[in-house]
T-cell receptor
Framework: DAKTTQPTSMDCAEGRAANLPCNHSTISGNEYVYWYRQIHSQGPQYIIHGLKNNETNEMASLIITEDRKSSTLILPHATLRDTAVYYC??????????????????FGTGTRLTIIP | NAGVTQTPKFQVLKTGQSMTLQCAQDMNHNSMYWYRQDPGMGLRLIYYSASEGTTDKGEVPNGYNVSRLNKREFSLRLESAAPSQTSVYFCASLAGSSGNTIYFGEGSWLTVV
């Protein structure tokens, strides 16, 4: 199973761009990179996902390296409400997969991002 | 977290008691998951179900059983609760086609005394 490695914690000044790195050196060709965040003890919230091209939505941008072994989540103008734990996960194919996408999902420990006023 | 409903939201159990956490999704998703989250820790996968009628162990399955009753429902059972199972439990579902997002329930806070 592909694993991800993230820094334990990061700080970012309010209004600046927050760049959260993730290593996934054993990622397979058809595995996607997902980013989620969890505020307090709420359920994780989807942010963005990608396969190999850079992606952008209203929340963030995702930059995936050409070899796909690492990625960076960018929050362009961080606010205090962005303080959360951010998880980078890689979708792992189910060992009995019959329908593409029925997969095991494993989370790491995430990065605790603190936005500083 | 629209679409994934967990019950109960809070529960206190005595050691040795049994209980079932219920989860239902109304999005016609194939895959469903149960995670636990201990204080200050990340999410750990307990069990998952790739489709109706199938279940498989995750990282921390000991002390739990699951049932994928139908496509909508995926329950998690603690047969003999232990204090080490005090945690927040999250249910999630995934549509099953490439690139779809994962939807989480609100969480169930379980305390075993």
């Amino acid at each position: 199973d592909a694993k991800t490695t993230q820094p334990t914690s990061m700080d970012c000044a309010e209004g600046r761009a927050a760049n959260l790195p993730c290593n996934h050196s054993t990622i397979s060709g058809n595995e996607y990179v997902y980013w989620y965040r969890q505020i307090h003890s709420q359920g994780p919230q989807y942010i963005i996902h990608g396969l190999k091209n850079n992606e952008t939505n209203e929340m963030a941008s995702l930059i995936i390296t050409e070899d796909r072994k690492s990625s960076t989540l960018i929050l362009p103008h961080a606010t205090l409400r962005d303080t959360a734990v951010y998880y980078c996960i890689v979708r792992v194919p189910h060992r009995l997969i019959s329908n593409f996408g029925n997969e095991k999902l494993t989370f790491g420990t995430g990065t605790r991002l603190t936005i500083i006023p | 977290n629209a679409g994934v409903t967990q019950t109960p939201k809070f529960q206190v159990l005595k050691t040795g008691q049994s209980m079932t956490l219920q989860c239902a999704q109304d999005m016609n998703h194939n895959s469903m998951y149960w995670y636990r989250q201990d204080p200050g820790m990340g999410l750990r996968l307990i069990y998952y179900s790739a489709s109706e009628g199938t279940t498989d162990k995750g990282e921390v399955p000991n002390g739990y059983n699951v049932s994928r009753l139908n496509k909508r429902e995926f329950s998690l059972r603690l047969e003999s609760a232990a204090p080490s199972q005090t945690s927040v439990y999250f249910c999630a579902s995934l549509a099953g086609s490439s690139g779809n997002t994962i939807y989480f329930g609100e969480g169930s806070w379980l305390t075993v005394v």
